[in-house]
């Protein structure tokens, strides 16, 4: 459900800006009363929709092309970062918890097992971040083409 839900919100907000980036061309030609009103084509509007960005432009910067070795190793490390992710949490984290579950309710004991797995939970924080924003973002950027590889700004 998360997933679906920032699925959608992304679809959202590129539709806003979208629309924020071309009603007023369209409604400026119309006031001037002119014979062209630049409509942006489906395959700019489709590329928008693939592209790691949330600005809408009519054309972006494009590399000349696709190097398929650096997409794999992106791939390669989103994987790795899940299973990473996986494992610490498999390790650290439910083992924690598990015997909490059996025992009288403690609250130091749930205090215990809070302060035992805020490291671990940073660290998975931190790997999602790596493999989301840093490999995921990369390796479609690559894929399409997009040159401007600035998404942490």
């Known amino acids: 459900a998360a997933l679906l839900l920032a699925f959608q919100v992304r679809l959202v907000m590129k539709a806003h800006s979208f629309i924020r980036e071309n009603v007023p061309r369209v409604l400026s030609s119309?006031?001037?009363k002119s014979g062209t009103?630049?409509?942006?084509r489906i395959s700019q509007y489709l590329y928008f929709l693939f592209a790691p960005t949330l600005i809408y432009r009519d054309n972006y910067p494009r590399n000349p092309t696709i190097r398929w070795g650096y997409v794999a190793t992106k791939f390669a490390q989103v994987l790795g970062s899940?299973?990473?992710?996986?494992y610490i949490f498999v390790r650290l984290c439910i083992p924690l918890f598990r015997n909490?579950?059996?025992e009288t309710f403690n609250l130091r004991g749930l205090v215990l097992c809070i302060f035992n797995s805020i490291l671990p939970g940073v660290l998975i924080l931190f790997l999602v971040f790596f493999a989301f924003l840093h490999c995921w973002l990369n390796a479609f950027a690559e894929m399409l083409r997009f040159a401007d590889r600035m998404f942490y700004k």
């Open 82 to 86: 899940l299973f990473y992710a996986y």
């Open 37 to 40: 009103v630049h409509i942006p």
């Open 30 to 32: 119309v006031k001037d």
């Open 100 to 102: 909490s579950s059996q």
